[in-house]
């Protein structure tokens, strides 16, 4: 676990810093013990910047779900909402399966890889 | 916390008017805005010179209600130059309406115009940065965000493919009953079923339109209404939420900020749904008019999609919805909301040929902006409402 509080924090700079050592990390804040997504300099509605980076347990569950269909070739691909064991809900895609068959309620487990020569969090099935 | 003192019934909509729609090229965006203030200008028996609040936003200038200020020659002593997306007019009007109460100006014009479809055959996005949360996953923007909600209410609620196509099908059958409407052929379920697949549950036809067009609305104090105009559309209720701008801050993708929005306008308003006797909704896609509706309480929350089941929506149904042919098959160049306002004046003046709903004297007109992030929601009404 790393610590990092305002007014050194540089939310959306640091959270692919991590990302790009290989950790996927949430904000936590130290007072109110919620997790906070996407990345900021003060937890939403109080305002607290008691705010430290906690490595996430990569747990998640598709919230909802969507194909973006191409011209073939070009290979349909997901778009999906995850609610992270944590709290948080982000944007991002599963991959390991076919677009098509990501459901709503599927438990998935995240995944760093690397896209467009940056770090890019995606999830597998669990 | 203060009462919600919004000046029921204290302003009118006096005149209307929209331009180019559909396809309107060698035009500006301004060149379109101001052929529709013109017109709408003319219709109250006003002329630029008598302007002095101006309510302007357009996709592409951030400083639209300048450029406009100047197009018209005029030096407004109120200046708006709202920002929300597709919701920019209602919360205009609402904000026009304080303003005409307080005596911050006397005539407000309200303008809106795009050449979007003749510049570049394509949505226009405004003046926003990516994303850094959404954009490497490349979701069609706004079309898969809204494709989110849809799977949402899908899984949820059962709400189905052929119930989204209800909606398309009867925002077309008004259309047909629209010369100024865009598209007017005819559209069957199959043919609905069969468009090209975009972002699931989403294909071609549960898309807006991408057109070009304008419009334009006046709004003066209600002591002066009747003097510029046969039948007023009164302002009885105006009220706005936002909840979110990214997709993945959106608490329940089922339920949208018009819930709010439109419990505060009708208290304001003193009407309930039962009372509204047309519905002009932002349907930038299918899942709107159900969200909407539902949000409004027309239904139960989940119960969208069989209620608009069987031709409920759609011309001779129980509740007219979207009688211009909406976002869908009338007109959307970008952002929509006005022409929401413009629709719903023109039912309560009763000018709306075939497509006229019989004694309409409360009329909803909704704008929807980002991805359901901004809703606003007016509740107008004829002289009888008073």
């Known amino acids: 676990m790393s610590s990092e509080l305002s007014p050194n924090l540089r939310p959306e700079e640091d959270f692919f810093r991590f990302l790009g050592e290989g950790r996927f990390m949430l904000q936590r804040s130290r007072e109110s013990g919620r997790f906070i997504f996407y990345p900021r300099v003060a937890e939403p509605l109080t305002g607290s910047t008691d705010l430290e980076w906690v490595e996430a347990s990569g747990r998640g569950t598709v919230y909802s779900t969507t194909v973006v269909r191409q011209k073939p070739p070009t290979p349909n691909y997901n778009v999906a909402l995850i609610d992270l064991e944590e709290g948080p809900r982000l944007m991002s895609r599963v991959d390991g399966v076919a677009p098509e068959t990501v459901r709503i309620g599927m438990s998935v487990k995240a995944k760093i890889i690397r896209e467009n020569e940056r770090p890019l969090l995606v999830f597998e099935p669990a | 916390m203060m009462k919600d003192a919004f000046p029921r019934g204290g302003t009118a909509i006096v005149g209307t008017a929209t331009f180019g729609i559909g396809e309107a090229p060698g035009f500006s965006n301004f060149d379109l805005a101001a052929h529709a203030s013109i017109r709408a200008l003319a219709a109250a028996g006003l002329r630029p010179r008598d302007v002095d609040g101006l309510f302007v936003v357009v996709m592409d200038e951030a400083l639209a209600a300048l450029n406009f200020a100047d197009y018209l020659g005029i030096q407004p002593r109120f200046t708006d130059n709202c920002r929300s997306g597709g919701s920019s007019f209602q919360i205009q009007a609402s904000i026009a309406a304080l303003a005409l109460a307080a005596g911050q100006c006397d005539v407000a014009l ?141 608490a329940d993708l089922t339920v949208t900020g018009v819930a709010r929005a439109a419990q505060r306008a009708f208290a304001q308003a003193h009407i309930r749904p039962g009372d509204v006797d047309v519905v002009e909704l932002y349907d930038a896609f299918t899942i709107n008019t159900i969200l909407f509706l539902e949000d409004m309480d027309f239904c139960p929350k989940g119960e969208g999609g069989r209620f608009i089941c069987g031709g409920a929506i759609a011309p001779g149904g129980r509740l007219p919805v979207n009688t211009n042919g909406g976002g869908l098959s009338c007109v959307h160049p970008g ?9 719903a004046a023109r039912q309560i003046a009763g000018v709306c040929g075939q497509r006229q709903v019989p004694k309409v004297d409360i009329a909803i007109a909704q704008g929807n902006g980002g991805e359901l992030s901004s809703e606003a929601v007016l509740v107008l009404g004829s002289e009888a409402t008073l």
Not at chain 2, 335 to 343: A, H, K, Q, R, S
């Open chain 2, 110 to 250: 309200i303008a809106y115009g795009s050449n979007q479809r003749s510049a570049a055959g394509k949505l226009v996005s405004s003046t926003s940065r990516p994303s850094p949360w959404e954009t490497p996953y490349r979701p069609l923007r706004p079309i898969s965000q809204y494709a989110l909600a849809a799977a949402r209410h899908m899984h949820q609620y059962g709400t189905t493919k052929e119930q989204l196509g209800e909606v398309a099908l009867a925002a077309r059958k008004w259309a047909q009953l629209n010369p100024e409407a865009f598209v007017r052929d005819e559209l069957t379920l199959e043919q609905y079923l069969s468009a090209r697949p975009i972002s699931d549950p989403l294909n071609a036809r549960d898309c807006c339109l991408v057109t070009d067009g304008a419009a334009a609305v006046v709004m003066v104090r209600a002591d002066r209404a009747r003097d510029l105009c046969a039948r007023p559309a009164y302002l009885l209720g105006a009220a706005a939420e936002t909840t979110h701008r990214e997709m993945s801050s959106m």
């Open chain 2, 335 to 343: 952002m929509y909301g006005l022409f929401t306002m413009v629709e």
